[in-house]
């Protein structure tokens, strides 16, 4: 039994004596509501403990493995954050993520596995994707194998994805494309892979992958794209060759970067 189950049987035996003795008294009220009231407290912190989550987090510069009750494994890239209620795995399978992370998702049909991160909702059975879903940034999720439901919400109308294909936002609709190459997951061999992408989106991924800051003060940089595949270079090597295609100068103290 639990701690609440016992606290009743002991209230109704007592409700039983005091029956027997014509009334429960003064005394006998108070008793009553005082066990009444523990088994509240109780089934509230029960509550609480139901309704909690478990956070598993990477720092910026960190990349972090961890395995789910269910056997999924997850890959969290730098600055990542997933949140796995108590109780998963048991009659639903559903986590919270912010940031970027590698899914290869143990199969079971009788409980999907569902991702909700600030702005979309991935639905699977078993499957391995890429699912890149940073703060204030599109969300992109690259499939590799099995299917994946994604849209912006349970309510809408998903878009099912095959293999080789990804999804992401644009204008706040999810667009399909096909991938041809794994650079979604270059990150998990320490490199930078970037393909026509803005320089705002590379000075974050700099951020998360170094473990810095960067501010930008030259003026019309952060619109200009940026093509480079860097192997896990020193962070000063990498702004060097940056500084030559990218034309702009640099300074570096200790963990903060101007550019300029």
């Given at each position: 039994?639990t ?7 002991r ?11 014509k ?14 009231s ?7 912190l029960?509550?609480?403990?139901i309704?909690?989550n478990?956070t ?13 009750e269910?056997?999924t494994?997850v ?14 795995g048991e009659?639903s ?13 143990k ?5 999907p ?15 391995k994707?890429?699912l890149y ?8 999720l690259?499939l590799e194998?099995?299917?994946v439901?994604f849209g ?12 080789g ?6 204008d ?16 998990m061999e320490?490199k ?8 705002d989106?590379?000075v974050n991924n ?10 930008i ?22 702004l060097?060759d940056?500084?030559f295609v990218?034309?702009?100068d640099?300074?570096?103290n200790?963990?903060?970067i101007?550019?300029?």
């Amino acid at each position: 039994q639990t701690v609440g189950k016992r606290i009743w049987v002991r209230i109704e035996k007592t409700k039983i004596g005091m029956v027997g003795n014509k009334g429960p008294g003064l005394f006998g009220l108070k008793v009553l509501s005082i066990a009444a009231s523990i088994v509240i407290f109780l089934g509230f912190l029960t509550f609480i403990f139901i309704s909690g989550n478990d956070t598993h987090s990477s720092d910026k510069g960190e990349l972090k493995t961890v395995m789910l009750e269910d056997g999924t494994k997850v890959i969290l890239n730098a600055d990542t954050t997933i949140k796995v209620p108590n109780g998963f795995g048991e009659d639903s399978r559903e986590i919270f993520l912010e940031g970027e992370a590698y899914f290869e998702v143990k199969m079971d049909s009788l409980r999907p596995f569902i991702i909700e991160t600030a702005a979309s909702r991935t639905k699977v059975l078993g499957t391995k994707f890429n699912l890149y879903a940073y703060r204030e940034e599109p969300n992109v999720l690259a499939l590799e194998e099995g299917s994946v439901e994604f849209g912006a919400t349970s309510k809408d109308n998903p878009i099912i994805l095959k293999p080789g294909e990804l999804v992401m936002f644009q204008d706040g609709k999810p667009v399909k494309k096909v991938f041809e190459d794994n650079g979604h997951r270059a990150w998990m061999e320490r490199k930078l892979v970037f393909k026509d992408r803005p320089f705002d989106y590379v000075v974050n991924n700099l951020e998360r992958f170094y473990g810095v800051t960067i501010e930008i003060k030259k003026t019309g940089l952060i619109s200009r794209k940026y093509n480079g595949v860097h192997n896990d270079p020193p962070l000063e090597q990498l702004l060097e060759d940056m500084a030559f295609v990218m034309k702009f100068d640099f300074e570096i103290n200790e963990n903060s970067i101007i550019i300029y």
